[in-house]
C-alpha cells in the first residue's frame, strides 16, 4: 500500500473515532477514545517509514471510507463496529 494511501485511510478512521468520541452513546466513549488513540498512533508516525502493511489493504481503505461515512449519519453502531474491523486489520502491536 502506498504511503498516502495508508496515511489517508489512517485520518478517515481517526476522523470516524472522533466523531464518535463527541456524538456517540456515552456507554461508547471509553472505547472510542482508545480506537482513537490507536488511530493517533499511527497518524503521527514518522513520514520517512514505510507504510504499514494491513492484512488487507483494499479493505482496510473501504472500511475507513465506510465508517467514517456512517459516523457522519450518525449510523453509530456500523461505525464502530468498522473501526473494531479495521483494528484487526493493522498488524498486531
Known sequence: MKHSDFFA???QLSAAADILTRKGPQEWQLDAFKLLSVFRRYNQSNPGLQPSVTRNDELFM????????????????ASHALLQQAISLLPAT
Open 9 to 11: 485511510a489512517i485520518q
Open 62 to 77: 473501504q472500511t475507513a471510507q465506510a465508517a467514517l461515512t456512517m459516523a457522519g449519519r450518525n449510523e453509530f453502531a
